[in-house]
């Protein structure tokens, strides 16, 4: 499954670019509107159905297991804290669900990336991702598998 | 020089008629440009392509009273004080908007009725032509500048232009040439005034004559696209999305929406 953008209801405010974690829901340059540039790496988060305040961000399903007539919409009411889905199966029947938004503010859990410093090229070239190895509760470099503890059999 | 009428002053070296016709060209080349707009992107189609679908998922019907009543509202409040966005953006919005407005309607007056050497300009007229421009410079290059999508969420500079600015940009550079070309026609610095009438003339064909390949006629799109919206609502299919929930404030953690600026 993966993102698209109505553009009827789009006002481009920016919104789904910021909070995508794949970095795919960016703005169009012809039509300023927000798309996903990418559908394949789309993770069905729903971060950017749920963060758009049009509501202009739908998934559409795989036709395989998700068939045409379907439908997932979601609604976050930030005033109220709650946000509902609404699930249409293909024979019409309808579940409502409501939850709590348990959402954190960014920057508390969120790391604010436009406040740190741009990593070096080593960094970036190295095999460490973000906040490694720190963030993996290890002080050393990544663990690494020593060739005589494969199985047997398993070569590379 | 904001007491001056620019038109009239120009009618002892350009013809009042070719003013006139010039505008008139302008209004053609605007309905030209949305019409192959609209036959290209074929967005009316599916437009009305949609709200049909949407009247199926109907579990209300609406009055026709109460459409009007909808109408109405989403005129007075989606259209006219452009509520759809927020804050910042809804302000430059409406500077922009109306500032546009009034720019438009005195150049129209003016060039139509007070375009001869001879005629005289009630001053409200060139004031409000004055006021209008620079309203679209404040609310353009605030815009242009912070407010824009690519610049505040996408971390672009400022200075980054695509496609999609060819309206925003048509528009403040054509008022910017304006009042400088109307100070500068004002303050009788010959050579310089005619330089930037020239880029005015020109400014103003490329907002025009760029219709298909801006966003110009968004103006005409987006009013549609929120009756629409509101229509839905009422009649319960509102693109299936959920109700909203009868919860009191604050039901759960909540959080406040944040300006999209965490690049």
């Not at chain 1, 959402?103 to 406040?115: D, R, V």
């Not at chain 2, 909808?70 to 922009?96: C, W, Y």
Request: glycine share 6%.
């Amino acid at each position: 499954m993966s993102t698209f953008v109505y553009m009827t209801r789009c006002d481009g405010c920016g919104h789904c670019v910021d909070i995508c974690p794949s970095d795919i829901m960016h703005i169009d340059e012809t039509i300023r509107r927000a798309v996903n540039i990418e559908p394949n790496f789309c993770w069905e988060c729903y971060a950017c159905v749920k963060a758009c305040p049009q509501n202009a961000i739908d998934v559409r399903g795989y036709a395989d297991f998700a068939p045409m007539g379907h439908s997932v919409r979601v609604l976050r009411e930030e005033e109220k804290g709650t946000i509902s889905w609404k699930i249409k199966f293909r024979n019409g029947k309808v579940k409502d669900f409501v939850s709590p938004i348990t959402t954190k503010p960014w920057g508390k859990y969120i790391p604010k990336l436009a406040e740190l410093e741009i990593p070096s090229k080593e960094a970036l070239d190295s095999q460490l991702l973000y906040a490694e190895p720190k963030g993996l509760n290890i002080d050393t470099e990544l663990p690494e598998m020593k060739k005589e503890r494969f199985k047997q059999g398993v070569y590379y | 020089m904001i007491t001056i009428n620019p038109f009239s002053q120009l009618s002892e070296f350009i013809p009042s008629i070719a003013m006139q016709i010039f505008v008139v060209v302008m209004i053609v080349l605007v309905v030209a440009g949305t019409v192959i707009d609209m036959i290209h992107k074929k967005n009316v189609k599916y437009f009305f392509e949609n709200a049909k679908k949407a009247k199926k998922q109907a579990t209300r019907t609406v009055s026709a009273g109460k459409k009007v009543s909808i109408v109405i509202k989403t005129v007075a409040s989606d259209v006219l004080t452009t509520s759809e966005l927020g804050g910042k953006r809804r302000l430059a919005h409406l500077l922009g908007m109306y500032g546009t407005i009034i720019f438009w309607i005195t150049s129209a007056i003016m060039i139509f009725n007070y375009s001869t050497p001879e005629s005289v300009t009630p001053s409200i007229l060139p004031l409000l032509w004055h006021l209008g421009a620079i309203m679209i410079c404040l609310g353009g290059y605030w815009f242009w500048i912070f407010l824009r999508v690519d610049v505040l969420a996408e971390g672009n500079p400022w200075y980054r232009v695509i496609k999609a600015d060819l309206f925003v940009l048509s528009l403040v550079v054509t008022a910017t040439f304006g009042l400088v070309w109307s100070y500068l026609q004002a303050a009788g610095i010959s050579g310089w005034d005619t330089l930037f009438l020239v880029l005015f003339i020109l400014s103003n064909l490329v907002l025009f004559g760029g219709v298909y390949w801006s966003k110009f006629a968004h103006m005409f799109y987006k009013p549609g696209a929120a009756i629409q919206k509101h229509l839905a609502e009422a009649d319960g299919s509102n693109e299936n999305l959920p109700a909203p929930t009868d919860k009191p404030k604050q039901f759960g953690l909540g959080i406040n929406r944040e300006a999209p600026k965490h690049y």
